[in-house]
């Protein structure tokens, strides 16, 4: 059993970056892939990112692949997705998920294990 908490939202202006964090506890977090989800208000959950437990393989969602960059520290328990060029369509809540085993259908919410409480971006215009 693990436990995540996001961290780094906040409020931009379109153009602008932020890094999002997601930190790790209650487990060995280098054993388990790592997605990042948004939703915002009255939408679904649409995948944006993922990370194999290794980093070796990253995955992106086409709305955000050239902007957004994910990436962890294994040895800080931390997944990081790096938001480049924010659009204000970015603004969502970001959440974080973890999947512990099993093959790795990455952009499917309902393969992960464990998610976080989600963290508030909103881009300006």
């Known amino acids: 059993q693990v436990q995540l908490v996001e961290s780094g939202g906040g409020l931009v202006q379109a153009g602008g970056s932020l890094r999002l964090s997601c930190a790790a506890s209650?487990?060995?977090?280098?054993?388990?892939?790592v997605g990042w989800f948004r939703q915002a208000p009255g939408k679904e959950r649409e995948f944006v990112a993922a990370?194999?437990?290794?980093?070796?393989?990253?995955y992106y969602a086409d709305s955000v692949k050239g902007r957004f960059t994910i990436s962890r520290d294994n040895a800080k328990n931390t997944v990081y997705l790096q938001l480049n060029s924010l659009k204000p369509e970015d603004t969502a809540v970001y959440y974080c998920?973890?999947?512990?085993?099993?093959?790795?259908?990455?952009?499917?919410?309902?393969?992960?294990?464990?998610w976080g409480q989600g963290t508030q971006v909103t881009v300006s215009s």
């Open positions: 209650g487990g060995t977090f280098s054993v388990y892939n």
């Open positions: 998920a973890a999947q512990g085993g099993g093959l790795y259908y990455y952009s499917n919410p309902d393969k992960y294990d464990y």
């Open positions: 990370i194999t437990w290794s980093g070796g393989r990253t």
